[in-house]
Nanobody
Framework: QVQLVESGGGLVQAGGSLRLSCAAS????????MGWFRQAPGLEREFVAA????????WYTDSVQGRFTITRDNAKNTVDLQMNSLKPEDTAVYYC?????????????????WGQGTQVTVSS
């Protein structure tokens, strides 16, 4: 079982940057694929980015490729999402999640543990 706590959300103008951080507890952190998802009002939760247990592989949804960067520090049990060139359509609650497998990592249903979420609002 992994417990996750996100931080770093807030209000930013379009074109600005934010860095989200997720602190994890649990001895199996380095074996977990870690993902970031987001959910806007009235919409389904969608995949944003994921990173392998070692940090050697990353995956992004097309709309954030080149703007967002996911990283992890297994010594500190943290995973971060650096978000640059933010757009109003990036506005959502962002969730950190952990999975025991890389299979189907773009699907929320494949993740076993979730944080409480942090709000990101991008004004135009």
């Amino acid at each position: 079982q992994v417990q996750l706590v996100e931080s770093g959300g807030g209000l930013v103008q379009a074109g600005g940057s934010l860095r989200l951080s997720c602190a994890a507890s649990g001895r199996t952190f380095s074996s977990n694929v870690m993902g970031w998802f987001r959910q806007a009002p009235g919409l389904e939760r969608e995949f944003v980015a994921a990173i392998s247990g070692s940090g050697g592989r990353t995956w992004y949804t097309d709309s954030v490729q080149g703007r967002f960067t996911i990283t992890r520090d297994n010594a500190k049990n943290t995973v971060d999402l650096q978000m640059n060139s933010l757009k109003p359509e990036d506005t959502a609650v962002y969730y950190c999640a952990a999975s025991n497998s890389a299979f189907g990592l773009r699907s929320p249903g494949r993740y076993d543990n979730w944080g409480q979420g942090t709000q990101v609002t991008v004004s135009s």
